[in-house]
């Protein structure tokens, strides 16, 4: 697990955590260093190399379902969609997330996968509608809307998600434009133009024959979460049930996949 080190110093010391492999780092104003460090980096080598006989270690705090470890929320850019932390300043149209549990902080490949698709697809083929499925934090959702979507409904399992899902919608002014259902692709009636699943595999896999029937005719289905491991797997299973492949995008060892009903 990776722990937090705070340490006197400043650009050279940062420098030297960064070389030890530091996850992240930032210098403060009370000149002192802060940084994250992976658990195979022991504290002991850290104060040896700074010669320092003690080293204030304390917990980390993973995002992400602990894959995404930062000091704290930053800014994101991904082509025309900004994602700022919630309280700090932002030009007009940017989006807004509180940090929380929820899963989603546009930091995690998976996500920033979907990002980069939802901005280019939504530029040249615009939605009327999207169906979010596993909606998380609802990153994807609010970014939906904020380029244009008329309308979002998220589906998840987890309650804490739909809570904070409608806390970040109603921190962006949207929350009138998202519907939030408990439940999986079985728990809503009707169809959308584009459905999102962001979610892992195994449940990606599983939902396939309930999750195709929430799609529209000709209507695009993006499926993300995908270790490139299982990447067949999971096209195959969209694709015994009707769906076409058009799209494949990679990233740290994570794949999305783009769709299309053949029907």
Do not use: K
């Amino acid at each position: 697990m990776p722990y937090r080190i705070d340490i006197p110093g400043g650009s050279a010391e940062f420098e030297q955590l960064i070389e030890l492999g530091a996850l992240d780092a930032e210098l403060a104003d009370t000149g002192s260093v802060a940084a994250l460090m992976p658990d195979s980096v022991h504290p002991g080598q850290v104060a040896r190399t700074f010669g320092l006989a003690h080293l204030s270690v304390t917990p980390a705090l993973g995002r992400d379902a602990d894959s995404v470890w930062v000091l704290r929320p930053r800014p994101i850019q991904v082509g025309r969609i900004r994602i700022v932390p919630a309280g700090s300043d932002a030009p007009s149209g940017a989006l807004r997330l509180l940090d929380t549990p929820a899963f989603g902080t546009g930091l995690h490949p998976t996500t920033a996968l979907c990002l980069e698709w939802l901005d280019e697809a939504l530029a040249s083929d615009p939605a009327d509608s999207v169906l979010d499925v596993g909606i998380g934090s609802g990153v994807l959702a609010v970014a939906a809307l904020t380029l244009g979507v008329r309308r979002v409904h998220g589906i998840d399992i987890d309650d804490e998600a739909l809570r904070v899902a409608a806390e970040n919608a109603r921190l962006n002014g949207i929350e009138g434009r998202l519907d939030l259902t408990r439940g999986g692709p079985d728990a809503v009636t009707g169809t959308w133009p584009l459905v999102l699943a962001n979610v892992l595999a195994a449940p990606l896999i599983e939902m396939a024959p309930v999750l195709v029937r929430r799609i529209r005719h000709q209507g695009r289905l993006v499926l993300s979460g995908i270790p490139a491991a299982v990447e067949q797997n999971v096209s195959e299973a969209y694709t015994r049930v009707g769906m076409r492949q058009l799209h494949t995008r990679s990233r740290g060892g994570w794949v999305a996949l783009v769709m299309r009903a053949g029907w």
